[in-house]
Protein backbone atom coordinates (compact mmCIF):
# COMPACT_ATOMS: atom_id res chain seq x y z
CA UNK A 1 0.00 0.00 0.00
CA UNK A 2 1.88 3.41 -0.97
CA UNK A 3 2.27 5.72 1.67
CA UNK A 4 -0.38 8.53 2.66
CA UNK A 5 1.16 11.82 1.07
CA UNK A 6 -0.79 13.50 3.79
CA UNK A 7 0.62 11.85 6.45
CA UNK A 8 2.01 13.68 9.74
CA UNK A 9 6.28 13.09 9.83
CA UNK A 10 6.05 12.70 13.13
CA UNK A 11 3.15 12.35 15.73
CA UNK A 12 3.80 13.02 19.64
CA UNK A 13 1.32 12.12 22.57
CA UNK A 14 1.22 13.54 25.99
CA UNK A 15 2.60 16.04 28.51
CA UNK A 16 2.08 19.41 27.69
CA UNK A 17 2.38 22.70 30.23
CA UNK A 18 3.60 26.28 30.59
CA UNK A 19 7.26 26.34 31.86
CA UNK A 20 7.82 29.68 33.35
CA UNK A 21 11.33 30.14 33.86
CA UNK A 22 13.74 32.93 35.64
CA UNK A 23 14.74 35.12 33.39
CA UNK A 24 18.11 35.73 35.51
CA UNK A 25 20.00 32.14 36.07
CA UNK A 26 21.72 31.36 39.52
CA UNK A 27 18.68 32.76 41.29
CA UNK A 28 16.64 30.79 43.92
CA UNK A 29 12.50 30.81 42.75
CA UNK A 30 12.20 32.00 46.29
CA UNK A 31 14.60 35.52 44.98
CA UNK A 32 12.81 35.67 41.43
CA UNK A 33 10.72 37.89 40.36
CA UNK A 34 11.00 37.95 36.68
CA UNK A 35 9.81 35.45 34.79
CA UNK A 36 9.31 33.98 30.81
CA UNK A 37 6.55 32.00 30.03
CA UNK A 38 7.14 29.07 27.44
CA UNK A 39 5.31 26.06 26.01
CA UNK A 40 6.16 22.88 27.99
CA UNK A 41 6.15 19.16 27.84
CA UNK A 42 8.61 16.55 26.30
CA UNK A 43 6.08 15.54 23.58
CA UNK A 44 5.07 19.02 22.35
CA UNK A 45 8.69 20.41 22.79
CA UNK A 46 9.80 17.28 20.62
CA UNK A 47 7.17 18.20 17.60
CA UNK A 48 8.21 21.97 17.81
CA UNK A 49 11.85 20.49 17.29
CA UNK A 50 10.78 18.73 14.04
CA UNK A 51 8.80 21.12 12.91
CA UNK A 52 11.65 23.81 13.23
CA UNK A 53 13.69 20.99 11.35
CA UNK A 54 10.98 20.97 8.32
CA UNK A 55 9.09 18.24 9.50
CA UNK A 56 4.79 18.35 9.29
CA UNK A 57 3.91 17.22 13.05
CA UNK A 58 1.26 17.11 15.40
CA UNK A 59 0.83 16.86 19.74
CA UNK A 60 -2.13 14.97 21.08
CA UNK A 61 -2.19 16.25 24.16
CA UNK A 62 -5.01 17.27 26.45
CA UNK A 63 -5.01 21.26 28.17
CA UNK A 64 -7.59 22.78 30.58
CA UNK A 65 -10.50 24.25 29.30
CA UNK A 66 -8.43 28.22 30.67
CA UNK A 67 -6.37 31.02 29.42
CA UNK A 68 -3.28 28.60 29.86
CA UNK A 69 -4.62 26.27 27.66
CA UNK A 70 -5.55 29.04 25.08
CA UNK A 71 -1.81 29.65 24.87
CA UNK A 72 -0.35 26.83 24.00
CA UNK A 73 -2.54 25.06 21.43
CA UNK A 74 -1.42 29.13 19.89
CA UNK A 75 1.87 28.64 20.58
CA UNK A 76 1.86 25.21 18.69
CA UNK A 77 0.22 26.71 15.99
CA UNK A 78 2.70 29.56 16.41
CA UNK A 79 5.88 26.60 15.63
CA UNK A 80 3.87 25.10 12.87
CA UNK A 81 2.49 22.03 14.84
CA UNK A 82 -0.71 20.93 14.20
CA UNK A 83 -2.72 21.31 17.37
CA UNK A 84 -6.18 19.49 15.80
CA UNK A 85 -5.68 16.94 18.64
CA UNK A 86 -4.97 19.14 21.43
CA UNK A 87 -8.07 18.93 23.28
CA UNK A 88 -9.30 20.49 26.48
CA UNK A 89 -10.47 19.11 29.37
CA UNK A 90 -12.89 21.39 32.00
CA UNK A 91 -12.21 19.43 35.17
CA UNK A 92 -8.29 20.17 35.65
CA UNK A 93 -6.43 23.47 35.13
CA UNK A 94 -3.47 23.34 32.07
CA UNK A 95 -0.20 22.45 34.27
CA UNK A 96 2.75 25.03 35.44
CA UNK A 97 6.30 23.96 35.73
CA UNK A 98 8.64 26.09 37.73
CA UNK A 99 12.42 25.48 37.29
CA UNK A 100 15.45 26.53 38.98
CA UNK A 101 18.63 27.45 36.60
CA UNK A 102 21.76 27.15 38.16
CA UNK A 103 24.00 26.29 35.50
CA UNK A 104 26.11 23.70 34.41
CA UNK A 105 23.84 20.95 35.56
CA UNK A 106 21.27 21.99 38.19
CA UNK A 107 17.80 22.52 36.92
CA UNK A 108 14.97 21.34 40.12
CA UNK A 109 12.08 21.19 38.71
CA UNK A 110 8.41 21.50 40.42
CA UNK A 111 5.70 20.29 38.52
CA UNK A 112 1.70 21.46 39.32
CA UNK A 113 -0.09 19.08 37.86
CA UNK A 114 -2.83 18.85 40.34
CA UNK A 115 -5.25 17.47 41.21
CA UNK A 116 -4.67 15.50 37.63
CA UNK A 117 -3.17 16.58 34.50
CA UNK A 118 -5.44 16.88 31.65
CA UNK A 119 -2.94 15.10 29.14
CA UNK A 120 -3.48 11.95 31.50
CA UNK A 121 -7.17 12.52 30.94
CA UNK A 122 -6.87 11.48 27.22
CA UNK A 123 -8.79 8.33 26.21
CA UNK A 124 -8.12 5.66 23.62
CA UNK A 125 -11.73 5.89 22.08
CA UNK A 126 -10.99 10.04 21.69
CA UNK A 127 -8.27 8.33 19.24
CA UNK A 128 -7.65 9.13 15.60
CA UNK A 129 -5.76 5.81 14.95
CA UNK A 130 -5.74 5.70 11.70
CA UNK A 131 -3.87 9.07 11.71
CA UNK A 132 -1.47 7.29 14.64
CA UNK A 133 -1.12 4.68 12.12
CA UNK A 134 -0.33 6.87 9.26
CA UNK A 135 2.54 9.16 10.56
CA UNK A 136 6.03 8.41 9.79
CA UNK A 137 7.05 8.13 13.57
CA UNK A 138 4.96 8.10 16.16
CA UNK A 139 6.59 9.32 19.59
CA UNK A 140 4.68 7.99 23.46
CA UNK A 141 6.52 8.70 26.52
CA UNK A 142 6.67 6.63 30.01
CA UNK A 143 4.93 9.72 31.70
CA UNK A 144 1.60 8.83 29.24
CA UNK A 145 1.53 5.13 31.47
CA UNK A 146 1.43 6.63 34.99
CA UNK A 147 -2.47 7.22 35.19
CA UNK A 148 -5.66 5.86 33.81
CA UNK A 149 -6.99 6.85 31.02
CA UNK A 150 -3.85 7.84 29.24
CA UNK A 151 -2.25 4.54 29.76
CA UNK A 152 -4.80 2.85 28.05
CA UNK A 153 -5.24 5.01 25.18
CA UNK A 154 -0.97 5.04 24.92
CA UNK A 155 -1.16 1.44 24.48
CA UNK A 156 -3.79 1.42 22.58
CA UNK A 157 -1.69 3.66 20.10
CA UNK A 158 1.20 1.51 20.03
CA UNK A 159 -0.76 -1.16 19.31
CA UNK A 160 -2.53 0.17 16.49
CA UNK A 161 1.25 1.21 15.06
CA UNK A 162 2.37 -2.60 15.93
CA UNK A 163 5.27 -1.84 15.17
CA UNK A 164 5.00 0.18 11.60
CA UNK A 165 7.44 2.89 11.14
CA UNK A 166 9.59 4.15 13.40
CA UNK A 167 8.14 4.19 16.89
CA UNK A 168 9.79 5.84 19.81
CA UNK A 169 9.19 5.08 23.17
CA UNK A 170 10.80 8.02 25.32
CA UNK A 171 11.38 6.28 28.55
CA UNK A 172 10.35 9.62 30.69
CA UNK A 173 10.68 8.81 33.78
CA UNK A 174 9.44 11.33 36.40
CA UNK A 175 8.99 9.88 39.61
CA UNK A 176 6.80 12.36 41.10
CA UNK A 177 4.24 11.83 38.17
CA UNK A 178 3.58 8.40 39.57
CA UNK A 179 2.04 9.09 42.66
CA UNK A 180 0.24 5.63 42.49
CA UNK A 181 2.94 3.99 41.72
CA UNK A 182 1.42 2.55 38.28
CA UNK A 183 -1.43 0.33 40.08
CA UNK A 184 -1.30 -2.59 40.58
CA UNK A 185 1.51 -3.00 37.82
CA UNK A 186 4.50 -1.64 38.89
CA UNK A 187 6.09 1.02 36.49
CA UNK A 188 8.82 -1.81 35.26
CA UNK A 189 5.30 -3.65 34.10
CA UNK A 190 4.16 -0.72 32.02
CA UNK A 191 7.66 -0.03 30.66
CA UNK A 192 7.86 -3.55 29.69
CA UNK A 193 5.04 -3.37 27.93
CA UNK A 194 4.86 -0.55 26.08
CA UNK A 195 8.56 -1.32 25.03
CA UNK A 196 7.27 -4.85 23.02
CA UNK A 197 5.34 -2.24 21.20
CA UNK A 198 8.27 -0.25 19.97
CA UNK A 199 10.58 0.29 17.88
CA UNK A 200 13.28 2.68 19.27
CA UNK A 201 13.78 3.31 22.91
CA UNK A 202 15.24 6.92 24.48
CA UNK A 203 16.72 7.25 27.96
CA UNK A 204 19.18 7.96 30.22
CA UNK A 205 20.31 5.61 32.88
CA UNK A 206 17.95 6.52 35.57
CA UNK A 207 15.20 5.81 32.65
CA UNK A 208 17.09 2.95 31.22
CA UNK A 209 17.17 1.43 35.45
CA UNK A 210 13.33 1.87 35.61
CA UNK A 211 12.94 0.41 32.46
CA UNK A 212 15.55 -2.73 32.49
CA UNK A 213 16.97 -2.61 35.24
CA UNK A 214 20.14 -2.36 33.74
CA UNK A 215 21.95 1.19 34.20
CA UNK A 216 25.66 0.61 32.41
CA UNK A 217 25.03 1.80 28.97
CA UNK A 218 25.91 -1.29 27.15
CA UNK A 219 24.07 -3.44 29.30
CA UNK A 220 20.81 -1.42 29.41
CA UNK A 221 21.16 -1.29 25.64
CA UNK A 222 21.35 -4.87 25.13
CA UNK A 223 18.49 -4.93 27.45
CA UNK A 224 16.19 -2.42 25.63
CA UNK A 225 17.00 -4.29 22.60
CA UNK A 226 15.79 -7.86 24.12
CA UNK A 227 12.35 -5.83 25.65
CA UNK A 228 11.55 -5.34 21.93
CA UNK A 229 13.26 -2.72 20.01
CA UNK A 230 15.90 -2.05 17.03
CA UNK A 231 17.10 0.96 18.29
CA UNK A 232 19.05 1.70 21.69
CA UNK A 233 20.09 4.88 22.27
CA UNK A 234 20.97 5.52 25.94
CA UNK A 235 21.85 8.88 26.63
CA UNK A 236 24.98 9.06 29.23
CA UNK A 237 25.17 12.78 29.88
CA UNK A 238 28.75 14.43 29.94
CA UNK A 239 29.83 11.40 28.98
CA UNK A 240 27.71 11.71 25.51
CA UNK A 241 25.35 8.95 23.80
CA UNK A 242 25.33 5.87 22.83
CA UNK A 243 23.27 4.07 20.15
CA UNK A 244 22.61 0.27 19.16
CA UNK A 245 21.37 -0.88 16.56
CA UNK A 246 19.99 -4.36 16.26
CA UNK A 247 21.16 -5.12 13.27
CA UNK A 248 25.12 -4.66 15.69
CA UNK A 249 25.63 -0.81 14.51
CA UNK A 250 27.03 1.02 17.24
CA UNK A 251 27.64 4.67 17.57
CA UNK A 252 29.32 5.86 20.38
CA UNK A 253 29.93 9.60 20.54
CA UNK A 254 31.05 12.42 22.73
CA UNK A 255 28.24 15.24 23.34
CA UNK A 256 29.20 18.94 21.69
CA UNK A 257 30.86 21.07 23.98
CA UNK A 258 28.98 24.39 25.11
CA UNK A 259 28.52 26.64 27.79
CA UNK A 260 25.50 25.12 29.76
CA UNK A 261 22.52 28.11 30.59
CA UNK A 262 19.63 25.55 30.76
CA UNK A 263 19.85 21.91 29.71
CA UNK A 264 16.13 21.37 30.30
CA UNK A 265 15.18 21.50 26.41
CA UNK A 266 18.19 19.42 25.59
CA UNK A 267 16.66 16.05 25.57
CA UNK A 268 13.87 17.09 23.54
CA UNK A 269 15.30 19.19 21.04
CA UNK A 270 18.04 15.81 20.63
CA UNK A 271 15.04 13.95 20.08
CA UNK A 272 13.17 16.04 17.99
CA UNK A 273 16.49 15.73 15.39
CA UNK A 274 16.57 11.99 16.31
CA UNK A 275 13.61 11.95 14.82
CA UNK A 276 14.13 13.87 11.63
CA UNK A 277 17.65 11.94 11.45
CA UNK A 278 15.75 8.63 11.14
CA UNK A 279 13.17 10.19 9.05
CA UNK A 280 15.98 11.28 6.51
CA UNK A 281 17.39 7.45 5.89
CA UNK A 282 21.04 9.01 7.48
CA UNK A 283 23.42 5.92 8.77
CA UNK A 284 23.61 5.75 12.74
CA UNK A 285 26.28 8.03 13.62
CA UNK A 286 25.02 10.85 11.57
CA UNK A 287 21.53 10.96 13.35
CA UNK A 288 23.14 10.75 16.39
CA UNK A 289 25.59 13.76 16.11
CA UNK A 290 22.97 15.44 14.39
CA UNK A 291 20.69 15.16 17.28
CA UNK A 292 23.58 16.04 19.68
CA UNK A 293 24.47 19.35 18.12
CA UNK A 294 20.63 20.35 18.16
CA UNK A 295 20.77 19.42 22.21
CA UNK A 296 24.04 21.26 22.77
CA UNK A 297 22.47 24.55 20.85
CA UNK A 298 19.38 24.57 23.34
CA UNK A 299 21.13 23.56 26.02
CA UNK A 300 23.13 27.09 25.53
CA UNK A 301 19.97 28.87 25.51
CA UNK A 302 17.64 30.00 28.25
CA UNK A 303 14.23 28.42 26.64
CA UNK A 304 13.00 25.18 25.48
CA UNK A 305 10.07 25.48 22.88
CA UNK A 306 11.51 28.76 21.62
CA UNK A 307 15.07 27.90 21.63
CA UNK A 308 14.71 24.65 19.24
CA UNK A 309 17.32 25.07 16.29
CA UNK A 310 16.32 25.40 12.80
CA UNK A 311 18.25 22.92 10.54
CA UNK A 312 21.13 25.81 9.37
CA UNK A 313 21.92 26.29 13.06
CA UNK A 314 22.75 22.32 13.47
CA UNK A 315 24.78 22.43 10.72
CA UNK A 316 26.55 25.41 11.39
CA UNK A 317 27.79 23.32 14.80
CA UNK A 318 28.77 20.65 13.16
CA UNK A 319 30.89 22.02 10.59
CA UNK A 320 32.71 23.99 13.78
CA UNK A 321 32.90 20.54 14.70
CA UNK A 322 34.28 19.16 12.35
CA UNK A 323 30.77 17.27 11.70
CA UNK A 324 30.03 13.58 11.79
Known sequence: MAADPLAFDLITMGRIGVDLYPLKTGVPLA??????????????????????????????????????????RSELRGFGVDDRWAGEVAAYPTPVTFCEIFPPDDFPLYF????????????????????????RVFWMTGTGLSAEPSRTATLAALEARSKSGITVFDLDWRPM??????????????????????????????????????????AAARALLAAGVELAVVKRGPAGVLAVHRDGTVAELPPVPVTVVNGLGAGDAFGGALCHGLLAGWELERVIGYANAAGAIVASRLACSTAMPFAEEVEEVLGRAGGV
Open 31 to 72: EADTFGKFLGGSPANVAVAAARLGRRTAVITRTGADPFGAYL
Open 112 to 135: YRYPKAPDLEIAADELDLDAVRAA
Open 177 to 218: LWPSGGGDAGPAEWYRRGLSLATVAVGNAEECAIATGETEPY
